[in-house]
Structure formats: structure tokens, C-alpha cells
């Protein structure tokens, strides 16, 4: 009996021994993860903020649905953060305020008068004026850790009472009071699993689940059952009761978007509701509070009967503590769950787009940094020229189809819309499903660019002496190639036109005229001009590439476009504006930078071309729908045997390049003025851009100019054009004039140089 005693208390101090050493290892990695980072964070991008100033040209459907897209609610009376009063004329909007990187910007009672499509004045709640105003940044999306867990980390005074006081009464109404585990909870759950004969109910009090889901996993067995306990009296031991709280509140699960787990309050409240948590009405937070129990069991969008039966279950609860009144309970339960449908919203409308941003972030921090440490990226993204571009694309696509049936049945499209004045990106399509998160057009499509290459051909004539007066012959040119076989272009119309005008070669789009142009002047000073205006792939040299045979993508094409419509200045497109921590210190800033490749005087004279087509050439057709009086510049772009349609133009603060073409590279039953013009069309009828307006270099003159010699003349002689030449260029012989002279009208050109 000694021995059997002795060997007991052996067994004992070992088992007490083990047992100490494993306490103490459970409290080390409880503290080290509770005081460390405890979860990878998401980074969060962000679209540009909407400013308001009076003043200001918008329209307001485009307002309404950005607001909406906010989540603001429209009601009667606003009168909390996040409402809007919406008359005719006038609306009142109750903004929530953002923490920007530069500055706070809080929650205001904004009074917005309209006039026409322009803003006429905005006041505060006393009556003032207000300058400007800026609402918070749409969330397009973020980069997920590799669990694909995602979350919004709110503060335990963030949330609303109502949550804390329904998470305490339906999961843990002792909370404030044990030290992490609850003995009642445990022997009642004893009761029933020994009732039952297997594992069903685990008498967890809020420190357990957290302790399940924070260090554990959610396998009901004994073992982790009994893990669990030591570790939630640990960690109720060394922190606050609030401490634990605010991080049950942002750890637990709550709902699946797609692939990605719903974790924290502060996500859930914009999944189900699209609004900031501390928006919440009572009605929202008790269904939030019951999915707590099962979030796949009483999906409210799934199970709505199930989830309005838990939501109103906490309600009872609720009132029967005292924590609400009888009238508020039934004015609750009236309600309805007042879930958002999860495509209505912004986020994850931009995947493209996105795509863009990631591919910047990542050439300056590594994955880990961008997935986990809550990164905060501020963005150029235009919500409403975004929607504008794809609502373009989609449009004409589907008109295309319908007019020419099988053969287009698989269209598909890309396309990039910057601000020629800054280089920002303001929207980017990767396809006709704008929401779609495969093959990205906009970037990735590499397509034989055809007629685009153009103003890079006539741009290195220009700068080899030739003007837009030089007569280019075009004539039929058959050039000999290495292999033996020789290059002969032929004419869209497969009509040769004799001596023409060089800005006129270039608005008609010839191809012989142009590539006898290219092959005198040489195709390294083409592969030159294209390097300068921003292509960064090196081109093939040879004689096709005068023609567009070189592929790109349109993002790639809008760099060089980018760079003409910017007067010959080029700068980074840019997608990210800023990036800050997730304490909004700023890490990365990306200025406006630029450098001058092409001299004005040369840039003045191309984009007199480029309007030329506009009016006069591939892509006159514009102005069957956009007034007379706006002045555009741009080019069509068809590839050989009719594979792709391109169109490339700007205006005066907006920069577009559309791509149409079959994935399968099948033949396309018409040109870049028949298809991607028309979606530029499109978004230009709804963006109502400014009309491009060029300075004038001081090194440009004007002279009145004999179309069929190129010979200085008057302006009243006949077939006669003002043409800008650099001085010292223009012709030095002048021609006869006919008797009968007549004023040919161009007077889109006077209001352009004027």
C-alpha cells in the first residue's frame, strides 16, 4: 500500500510538473499572439473622392448612384451620418466624414442646390457656404492573405450598444463576471450531452469562442474542449474584459462571400447591410448578433424566414432583460432583414482595374506586406467614368451582335480611359463583363495595332523636315524583304489617290502614302518616336510595323496617346495616388511627373492632323451624335485582314483607347470606325468631356496654303486651307489664283487654335 501511495505521488508531481510546463507554454503563445499582430489585414483600395464645389458641372444620377454605392440610405429626414433628403433641385445629404491621409474630414449636414447639371451651391447645417467638400472614398476591393479571411477592424466604442448588450445576453450573459469560463455553462452542457450520448452543446461563454476560433479550431471534441478551458482562464487572467471583447468582436465568423470568410462585425455590417457598423439600426444589429449561432444556418439571404425568426428571437431576448422597451422590440420586428443585394455593391465591381493596382503595388512591396499588414491605397479610380466605360463597351457590343449575328457572337473588348492632363487612370474595362475576374484585356490583350501607329510615322516626318503641306505620293510601293518576297500595302479601298496632302494622308488613313512616308524617313526613327511616346516594348523593325503589325495592348497604346493628347509631355499612367499603413502614415506617394519627348511646335502640328480625322476623316462619324462645336482629336485603327478595331482619341480632360476583337482572332465584319469608334462615342456622349483646346506654340505660324500644290496662297483663292507651320518651314512659292475665289468654313479650326 506505501509503495502503491508513493508511486501515486510520484505520478502526481509529474503530472503536475507536465502540466505547469504546459500552462506555462499555453500562456506564452496566448500572450505572444494576443499582443502581437493578431490578424493579417487585408489591404484596402480605395477610389477617388467624390469633391463637391459649387460650381461644379455633375450630374445627378451620376451623385445618386454614387451615394448609393456608399450605401447611403435615401429617407425623409436625414438626420444621421450616411442619409440623404432627395428633392428635383435640391438634396440634403448627412455625410459620414473619412480620416484622409491629409486631413479628417467629418460628418456634415450638406444642403446641395442644383441648377441644370451643375451644382450651384452647397451650404452647412447653419446656412453657410461651403467651398468644398469631399465624401468618402468608395472600397473597390483588397488583397487577401492566403486563408482569405477578410475583415474590418472596428473599436469596441465603435460598435453599437445594442450589439454589446444582445452578444452578452444571447451568448454570455455572465461575461462581466466570470473569470473566462462559466461552471454553470459547463455542468448544463454536461447534462445535455450526457443526456444525448455524443458531443452537442459546449457551454462556451465569449472567452471560449474566441479562444476557439483564435488559437484553435472549431472541431467539436473533447480534447479541444478541455484545451480550451485552461486557455480561456489564461486569457482572462492577463486582459480586460473590453480587451477581449473588441477582439471577439472583430475575430468572429460571420458569413462566406464567394471564397472569402466574412470575419468581425465591421465587415459583416457592409456585407449585409453596406454600411459602417455604427449605422446600424437595432433591427440590423440583432441580426447580426443571432448569425453568431450559425451564419450558414440563418443566411439571410438563403434562409430569410430562418434569419427573421433568430433576429427577432434576440429581440425577445433583448426586451425581457430590460435592455430595450416593448415598443421598440415590436417596431423591430415589423421591419424587414433590409440585406443588400451583395452584386449592388461597389466592391468587387472592379476587377480589372484592381488588377492595374496590384500589378503597381507589387513592383514595391513584396506580397506578404500588401495581403496582411491592413495597407491602406488611395486610387484614381472615377466610379462614374467607370461605369460610363463599361455601359459604352457592353452597348456596343450587343448592338454589333445584333446586327451582324453569329460571326461577332463572342465579341469581347478592352478599354483605358485616362486624364490627358495628369496621367491618371480613370477607369479600365478588361472585357464585356465588366465584373469578370479572368483574362484582362485592357492589359493583357496583344493585338496588332494597325492605323494606331500612324501619328508615330507622321510625327517622324514631321521632325525629318516634311510639313503638313507635303505632298505624299500615294502610289502603289513594293518593298523587298530578306526572305526573297516583297511587302506591297494596299489601300482600305484598294484605290490608289496621286499626290496628297500630308495632314490628309493621315485624316484618310492611306496606307500607301504612309509607308512610302516610313520607308524614307526609315523605320529606326519610327521605333525611335514610338520608344519616345512611351511604348516600353522594343519593335520589330520591320516595313510592317508602319502599318500597325506590331501588337500591343491597350493599355500599352494609351501611353503613347496619352503622351500626344498631353501635348508631348510624357508621364507615368497612374492608378495609385497614395499609400498609407493601416494608421494612415504615408508610405508611398506617386507626384505628377513628367518629360517633355516630342517639341510642342511638332505636337501642335499632329494634333491639327488628329483633329483632321475627326472631322474630315475615319472619324467624322463622331460628330453625328457630339456637337460640332466640341473639338476632339483621334485615330482609327483596323489590323490586317479586318482581326481587330481599334480607336484611340481625346478631348479636353478625357483620354480613351478601345480594342474590339474575337479571342479567337476570327475576322471581324467591320473597321475601327464601325466598332470601337462607336463605344468611344459612346462614353464621350455621356462624359460631355471639355472640347480639346490646343495652345499655340510660339514657334507656329499660319499660312493659307494651296491644297493641290502645297503652295502659299490667299485665303480667298479656291481649294485653299490655314495650315500651322514652325517658322522658317512654310512653302516659299506661291500659287495662281482663279478668278472665282471662294471662303471655304473651317471654322472648327479657328475656335481650336483661338
Known amino acids: 500500500m506505501k509503495k502503491i501511495l508513493i508511486l501515486f505521488l510520484k505520478l502526481s508531481l509529474l503530472g ?12 506564452i503563445q496566448i500572450k505572444n499572439k ?9 489591404a484596402k483600395v480605395y477610389a477617388r473622392p467624390l469633391e463637391l464645389y459649387a460650381g461644379q458641372v455633375i450630374e445627378r444620377d451620376a451623385l445618386k448612384q454614387e451615394l448609393k454605392g456608399l450605401g447611403y440610405r435615401f429617407v425623409n429626414r436625414a438626420d444621421q451620418p450616411g442619409m440623404v433628403e432627395w428633392a428635383t433641385s435640391r438634396a440634403r445629404v448627412y455625410t459620414r466624414g473619412f480620416s484622409f491621409p491629409d486631413s479628417d474630414e467629418p460628418a456634415k449636414r450638406l444642403l446641395l442646390n442644383f441648377r441644370g447639371n451643375q451644382l450651384a451651391s452647397i ?28 475583415r474590418d477592424l472596428i473599436r469596441l466604442e465603435q460598435a453599437p450598444d445594442a450589439l454589446i448588450a444582445a452578444l452578452i445576453q444571447i451568448e454570455d450573459r455572465d461575461y462581466y463576471d466570470h473569470f473566462g469560463i462559466s461552471l454553470k455553462g459547463i455542468a448544463r452542457a454536461m447534462v445535455v450531452n450526457v443526456k444525448a450520448r455524443r458531443f452537442i452543446q459546449g457551454g462556451s461563454t465569449l472567452t471560449q469562442q474566441l ?10 471534441t473533447l480534447a479541444r474542449k478541455l484545451m480550451e478551458i485552461p486557455m480561456a482562464i489564461l486569457l482572462d487572467l492577463h486582459y480586460d ?27 459583416a455590417s457592409q456585407y449585409y447591410f453596406a454600411q459602417p457598423i455604427n449605422e446600424l439600426k437595432l433591427h440590423q444589429v440583432a441580426l447580426l448578433a443571432g448569425l453568431v449561432k450559425g451564419p450558414s444556418y440563418y443566411d439571410p439571404r438563403r434562409h430569410p424566414e430562418r434569419a427573421k425568426k433568430r433576429r427577432d428571437l434576440v429581440l425577445k431576448v433583448l426586451q425581457e432583460q430590460g435592455v430595450i422597451s416593448m415598443k421598440e422590440r415590436l ?5 424587414g432583414l433590409g440585406v443588400v443585394q451583395q452584386r449592388s455593391l461597389h466592391k468587387g465591381a472592379y476587377p480589372a482595374y484592381l488588377d492595374l493596382v496590384k500589378r503597381q503595388l507589387r513592383t514595391e512591396y513584396p506580397e506578404h506586406v500588401l495581403s496582411s499588414e491592413g495597407l491602406r491605397v488611395f486610387t484614381s479610380l472615377d466610379p462614374t467614368v467607370q461605369a460610363n466605360s463599361s455601359n459604352a463597351l457592353t452597348k456596343t457590343i450587343t448592338s454589333l451582335q445584333k446586327r451582324h449575328g453569329k460571326p461577332v457572337g463572342e465579341l469581347q473588348g478592352g478599354m483605358v480611359v485616362t486624364d490627358p492632363q495628369t496621367g491618371e487612370v480613370l477607369a479600365l474595362v478588361g472585357g464585356r463583363n465588366a465584373r469578370y475576374q479572368g483574362f484582362n484585356r485592357a492589359l493583357d490583350a496583344l493585338r496588332p495595332i494597325g492605323s494606331l501607329v500612324k501619328p508615330a ?23 523587298p524583304l530578306p526572305n526573297g518576297k516583297s511587302w506591297v500595302p494596299k489601300n482600305f479601298d484598294r484605290q490608289s489617290h496621286g499626290k496628297i496632302p500630308f495632314y490628309k494622308a493621315l485624316a484618310k488613313s492611306y496606307n500607301q502614302s504612309t509607308a512610302q512616308l516610313g520607308m524614307d524617313i526609315g523605320l529606326d526613327r519610327v521605333i525611335d518616336m514610338l520608344e519616345r511616346l512611351g511604348v516600353q516594348r522594343e519593335p520589330k523593325p520591320y516595313p510592317s510595323l508602319l502599318l500597325g503589325a506590331e501588337s ?12 500626344i493628347a498631353a501635348n508631348g509631355f510624357r508621364t507615368p499612367m497612374r492608378a495609385i495616388r497614395l499609400v498609407t499603413d493601416s494608421e494612415g502614415e504615408e508610405l508611398s506617394r506617386y507626384p505628377f511627373d513628367v518629360k517633355q519627348v516630342v517639341s510642342a511646335e511638332n505636337m501642335h502640328l499632329i494634333q491639327y492632323a488628329l483633329q483632321a480625322v475627326m472631322r474630315e476623316g475615319t472619324g467624322r462619324s463622331v460628330y453625328s451624335r457630339l456637337p460640332a462645336s466640341m473639338n476632339l482629336a483621334g485615330k482609327t485603327g483596323t489590323s490586317n485582314d479586318q482581326r481587330d478595331s481599334w480607336f484611340a482619341g481625346f478631348a479636353g480632360d478625357r483620354m480613351a483607347v478601345v480594342w474590339l476583337g474575337l479571342d479567337n482572332n476570327g475576322k471581324l465584319p467591320f473597321t475601327g470606325s464601325g466598332g470601337a469608334l462607336k463605344a468611344w462615342t459612346d462614353l464621350m456622349v455621356k462624359e460631355r468631356p471639355q472640347s480639346f483646346m490646343a495652345v499655340q506654340p510660339e514657334g507656329i505660324e499660319y499660312h493659307w496654303v494651296e491644297e493641290s500644290t502645297g503652295f502659299l496662297s490667299a485665303e480667298r483663292c479656291e481649294g485653299v486651307r490655314q495650315l500651322p507651320f514652325i517658322k522658317g518651314t512654310a512653302p516659299q512659292q506661291y500659287a495662281e489664283c482663279a478668278e472665282n475665289q471662294t471662303e471655304e468654313s473651317l471654322d472648327w479650326f479657328k475656335k481650336w487654335f483661338r
Open 34 to 42: 494576443f499582443e502581437g499582430k493578431r490578424w493579417a489585414v487585408p
Open 211 to 220: 479562444i476557439k476560433n483564435f488559437y484553435l479550431t472549431s472541431e467539436r
Open 241 to 267: 474584459k473590453d480587451e477581449i471583447l473588441e477582439a471577439y468582436l472583430n475575430e468572429v465568423y460571420l458569413g462566406q462571400s464567394g471564397s472569402r470568410a466574412v470575419h468581425g462585425f465591421g465587415l
Open 457 to 479: 510615322v507622321f510625327l517622324s516626318g514631321l521632325e525629318e523636315g516634311y510639313t503638313l503641306s507635303s505632298l505624299l505620293d500615294d502610289q502603289p510601293i513594293s518593298v
Open 331 to 335: 417596431d423591430a420586428e415589423k421591419l
Open 123 to 150: 451650404k452647412d447645417s447653419k446656412g453657410r457656404s461651403v467651398s468644398l467638400s469631399r465624401l468618402e472614398p468608395i472600397l473597390i476591393g483588397g488583397i487577401y492573405p492566403q486563408d482569405n479571411e477578410d
Open 552 to 563: 500591343m495592348s491597350p493599355f500599352e497604346i494609351a501611353r503613347v496617346y496619352q503622351t
Open 16 to 27: 503536475g510538473v507536465i502540466g505547469g510546463i504546459g500552462l506555462i507554454y499555453l500562456d
